[in-house]
């Protein structure tokens, strides 16, 4: 599969989350990063940046993209903020695993979103030699 580079740069994202969050479960975190809170906050962190390059579109594909597609991410992101807050409020390590697992749906979502998009697209003109 050939993934644009916003998703890659998205799976690379996540995928650093996803082995934070299991080092984080394991007891094996990054000095500085043992406290809950620490560790969510980079979570928070990553899982925004990963947004922003993958999930979310464009003004003009907000107005005119797949309804379906942002009515299901926003809901989806909401269950992530409102883990995120929990996490950060009441140090929930329930809040931080929401906020993990809808990372990973959104991401997933996404990147098979902008892969069925790829491939319906018509092929890129290429210029002339001659």
Do not use: C
């Not at 098979?112 to 290429?126: C, Y």
């Amino acid at each position: 599969m050939n993934l644009p580079k916003k998703d890659v740069i998205a799976t690379s994202l996540v995928a650093l989350a996803g082995v934070l969050y299991l080092l984080w479960v394991t007891g094996s975190a990054p000095p500085g990063m043992n406290e809950m809170r620490a560790t969510g906050i980079v979570i928070l962190a990553l899982g925004f940046a990963a947004s922003a390059t993958a999930v979310v579109p464009g003004f003009g594909q907000l107005l005119h993209g797949n309804k379906i597609y942002m009515t299901v991410t926003s809901l989806i992101g909401l269950i992530a903020l409102i883990g995120g807050v929990l996490m950060l409020v009441a140090e929930s390590d329930a809040g931080l695993a929401v906020v993990m697992g809808a990372m990973v749906v959104l991401w997933l979502i996404a990147t098979i979103h902008h892969s069925l998009l790829a491939k319906t697209a018509p092929p890129p003109l290429v210029a002339s030699t001659l």
